[in-house]
Antibody, heavy 119, light 107 residues
Framework: QLQLRESGPGLVKPSETLSLTCTVS??????????WGWIRQPPGKGLEWIGS???????YYNPSLMSRVTIPVDTSKNQFSLKLNSVTAADTAVYYC???????????WGQGTLVIVSS | EIVMTQSPATLSVSPGERATLSCRAS??????LAWYQQKPGQAPRLLVY???TRATGLPARFSGSGSGTEFTLTISSLQSEDFAVYYC?????????FGGGTKVEIK
């Protein structure tokens, strides 16, 4: 059973870079069965797809965020990350990492981590 | 970008009754449609993918149907643990998009 856990700062200043890490346990991030992705949810609102990565390094980003986001993978640590630069208050959200079947169906989710953008 | 519209926004149902949730896509997504359940303070949970395939361990009272632009999630007899928010997601076109959700509440 795959388990995912997000970690990182809960408070980021405007214009700075939001950095989160997702640690995968119970399976290998190098598995050819999964992609790995980030999804966010502003407080009280719906879900927004951020992007995904395959262990080989292939990435797919939401065009609305593409200019600001990168999702690197570290197979040696069984982790993948989210880096979102030039953040504003609109980036305040609960950020989830997930394992993805077929690149898009979120099978297993982390518990989520709230990131607030504020000075 | 494909827009996913869910209706109703809120559905009030008594325990034991049937709930029917709708999801409409702004253009065809074939059968590449998933449903998720989210309870307060929790991450979403996958229920259905491929429009009608139940996730592992999902009770048979949940069923998904539809293709193209019109989809339905049916809960045949609501249990107390089913009161939650439900989201549909299309993954036929990039970017992947979600509907705004339907909250199923106790009547």
């Amino acid at each position: 059973q795959l388990q995912l856990r997000e970690s990182g700062p809960g408070l980021v200043k405007p214009s700075e870079t939001l950095s989160l890490t997702c640690t995968v346990s119970g399976g290998s991030i190098s598995s050819s069965n999964y992609y790995w992705g980030w999804i966010r949810q502003p407080p009280g609102k719906g879900l927004e797809w951020i992007g995904s990565i395959y262990y080989s390094g292939s990435t797919y980003y939401n065009p609305s965020l593409m200019s600001r986001v990168t999702i690197p993978v570290d197979t040696s640590k069984n982790q993948f990350s989210l880096k979102l630069n030039s953040v504003t208050a609109a980036d305040t959200a609960v950020y989830y990492c997930a394992s993805l079947a077929g690149g898009a169906v979120a099978l297993s989710w982390g518990q989520g981590t709230l990131v607030i953008v504020s000075s | 970008e494909i827009v996913m519209t869910q209706s109703p926004a809120t559905l009030s149902v008594s325990p034991g009754e049937r709930a029917t949730l709708s999801c409409r896509a702004s253009q065809s997504v074939s059968s590449k449609l998933a449903w998720y359940q989210q309870k307060p303070g929790q991450a979403p949970r996958l229920l259905v993918y491929g429009a009608s395939t139940r996730a592992t361990g999902l009770p048979a009272r949940f069923s998904g149907s539809g293709s193209g632009t019109e989809f339905t999630l049916t809960i045949s007899s609501l249990q107390s643990e089913d009161f939650a928010v439900y989201y549909c997601q299309q993954y036929n076109n990039w970017p992947v998009t979600f509907g705004g959700g339907t909250k199923v509440e106790i009547k």
